[in-house]
């Protein structure tokens, strides 16, 4: 099954949409106004999606 996936996108399609939302996700804190909580959501967000497997 994974090598389904993997031959029919579904991974690199995976990634996309994660690097989309990151990035949305991002610009909606870039306004958040408590620089602390932001830096660290900020941070939460980097780490969920920039970790390697």
């Known amino acids: 099954?994974?090598?389904?996936?993997?031959?029919t996108g579904g991974i690199d399609y995976t990634q996309q949409k994660m690097v989309t939302f990151r990035d949305e996700a991002l610009t909606?804190?870039?306004e958040f106004p408590n620089p602390e909580v932001k830096k660290a959501l900020e941070e939460l967000v980097r780490f969920t999606t920039d970790r390697k497997f």
């Open 1 to 7: 099954m994974i090598e389904v996936v993997k031959q």
């Open 28 to 30: 909606i804190l870039e």
